[in-house]
């Protein structure tokens, strides 16, 4: 019997190490973010990472303790964790960033001061990236008003090509599938051409019109599911649209916390996605409209869209009939007024 060990590639001893800057690294996502991206679940088992980890001072020590945990796991792929909070020493040489730390609504406060105080944060954290990141790198928004977050951020990222800036409506997308599972009584894998428009906010369009279960129209699935065209058209608007839009808050009423590992979980999967290819159908994400089916250029709205490895792009040619176009230019409208409101501070 032969007993030399067949001879094996390294992977992780030869690929490049990607380096990930996370900001609100300390946070709640920041804590659920880490352990699975430094486990090889974003960007894949062969590909080791180098982790940045941005705070302000308050957030500090809550990000230094992940990071002294981070290296109790001893993970093969993790070559090191930087904990800061100066922004250029964080985007340094990033070839991803997740942007999660935000201001969150304080009682009394404003849209509009909500706003404001995000483009505070957003605008300088864009100019940090154009300054200091790799060439190649890519920008997932979390922290909210994500949409408008994402676009301040692109507006502030001189020389960066404004489709490398992305939002996060994958979690939207993932409670839709969800969703119609449980409705369906099928696995979410069975599921295709679920679609989120608009804003990541309860204005969103959730829409099924394109969308296949094991191949044949959800639609008509639901129909014979529910009784009826009639009885599956009244669950979609009055059950499942409102249930997906409004289940961030569902999730804080029922826990007594907003959604972490979830949103976790779809911020993992849209960097997966975008990075190795959304495989057969496609997936939702928030992206800088180039004009796309009537959406106001510039503005970052959430599409259908693919990635064959090499960034997202928006499906196009899909119908919307009368009523979907009403709620994504509802969702639209709402996107339209933000970017008004912070138009002064980005020049947007
Ligand atoms: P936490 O309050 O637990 O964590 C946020 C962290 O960000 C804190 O540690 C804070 O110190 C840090 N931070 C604040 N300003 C910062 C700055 N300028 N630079 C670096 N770090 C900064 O919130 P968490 O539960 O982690 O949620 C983070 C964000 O995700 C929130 O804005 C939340 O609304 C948003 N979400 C977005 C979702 C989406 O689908 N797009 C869903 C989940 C979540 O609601």
Same mark, same amino acid.
């Given at each position: 019997?032969?007993?030399?060990?067949?001879?094996?590639?390294?992977?992780?001893?030869?690929?490049?190490?990607?380096?990930?800057?996370?900001?609100?690294?300390?946070?709640?996502?920041?804590?659920?973010?880490?352990?699975?991206?430094?486990? +090889?679940?974003?960007?894949?088992?062969?590909?080791?990472?180098?982790?940045?980890? /941005?705070?302000?001072?308050?957030?500090?020590?809550?990000?230094?303790?992940?990071?002294?945990? /981070?290296?109790?796991?001893?993970?093969?792929?993790?070559?090191? !964790?930087?904990?800061?909070?100066?922004?250029?020493?964080?985007?340094?040489?990033?070839?991803?960033?997740?942007?999660?730390?935000?201001?969150?609504?304080?009682?009394?406060?404003?849209?509009?001061?909500?706003?404001?105080?995000?483009?505070?944060?957003?605008?300088?954290?864009?100019?940090?990236?154009?300054?200091?990141?790799?060439?190649?790198?890519?920008?997932?928004?979390?922290?909210?008003?994500?949409?408008?977050?994402?676009?301040?951020?692109?507006?502030?990222?001189?020389?960066?090509?404004?489709?490398?800036?992305?939002?996060?409506?994958?979690?939207?997308?993932?409670?839709?599938?969800?969703?119609?599972?449980?409705?369906?009584? !099928? +696995?979410?894998?069975?599921?295709?051409? !679920?679609?989120?428009?608009?804003?990541?906010?309860?204005?969103?369009?959730?829409?099924?019109?394109?969308?296949?279960?094991?191949?044949?129209?959800?639609?008509?699935?639901?129909?014979?599911?529910?009784?009826?065209?009639?009885?599956?058209?009244?669950?979609?608007?009055?059950?499942?649209?409102?249930?997906?839009?409004?289940?961030?808050?569902?999730?804080?009423?029922?826990?007594?916390?907003?959604?972490?590992?979830?949103?976790?979980?779809?911020?993992?999967?849209?960097?997966?996605?975008?990075?190795?290819?959304?495989?057969?159908?496609?997936?939702?994400?928030?992206?800088?409209?180039?004009?796309?089916?009537?959406?106001?250029?510039?503005?970052?709205?959430?599409?259908?869209?693919?990635?064959?490895?090499?960034?997202?792009?928006?499906?196009?040619?899909?119908?919307?009939?009368?009523?979907?176009?009403?709620?994504?230019?509802?969702?639209?409208?709402?996107? !339209?007024?933000?970017?008004?409101?912070?138009?002064? /501070?980005?020049?947007?």
């Amino acid at each position: 019997m032969d007993a030399t060990p067949a001879a094996s590639p390294a992977p992780t001893q030869t690929r490049t190490p990607v380096t990930v800057t996370i900001t609100g690294a300390g946070g709640q996502i920041g804590y659920a973010l880490l352990f699975r991206i430094a486990a +090889g679940d974003m960007l894949g088992p062969d590909q080791p990472i180098r982790l940045r980890l /941005l705070e302000i001072p308050q957030g500090m020590r809550a990000a230094e303790g992940a990071a002294l945990e /981070l290296q109790d796991c001893a993970f093969p792929l993790l070559r090191d !964790v930087e904990v800061t909070d100066d922004a250029a020493v964080a985007f340094a040489g990033a070839n991803r960033a997740l942007l999660v730390g935000s201001r969150p609504r304080a009682a009394g406060m404003e849209r509009s001061d909500l706003l404001a105080a995000n483009a505070g944060i957003f605008a300088p954290q864009g100019a940090a990236i154009a300054a200091n990141a790799a060439a190649d790198v890519r920008v997932l928004t979390v922290g909210n008003p994500a949409n408008t977050n994402a676009l301040i951020a692109a507006a502030a990222a001189d020389g960066i090509p404004s489709e490398r800036f992305s939002a996060l409506t994958r979690l939207d997308h993932d409670r839709a599938v969800g969703q119609l599972s449980a409705a369906l009584d !099928v +696995g979410p894998a069975a599921l295709q051409g !679920v679609t989120i428009w608009g804003n990541h906010s309860a204005t969103q369009f959730p829409d099924v019109a394109h969308a296949t279960v094991d191949g044949a129209p959800v639609l008509a699935a639901l129909a014979e599911k529910l009784g009826g065209a009639d009885a599956a058209t009244t669950w979609l608007d009055d059950v499942f649209i409102p249930r997906v839009a409004r289940r961030g808050a569902e999730i804080i009423e029922v826990r007594g916390s907003s959604s972490v590992a979830s949103a976790a979980n779809a911020a993992i999967a849209h960097v997966r996605d975008e990075a190795l290819g959304t495989g057969p159908g496609w997936t939702s994400a928030a992206l800088v409209s180039r004009g796309e089916y009537g959406v106001p250029e510039g503005i970052v709205c959430s599409f259908p869209v693919t990635s064959d490895g090499s960034g997202y792009r928006v499906v196009e040619g899909l119908h919307l009939d009368e009523r979907a176009q009403a709620r994504l230019q509802a969702s639209v409208a709402e996107l !339209v007024a933000e970017r008004e409101a912070v138009r002064e /501070l980005t020049g947007a």
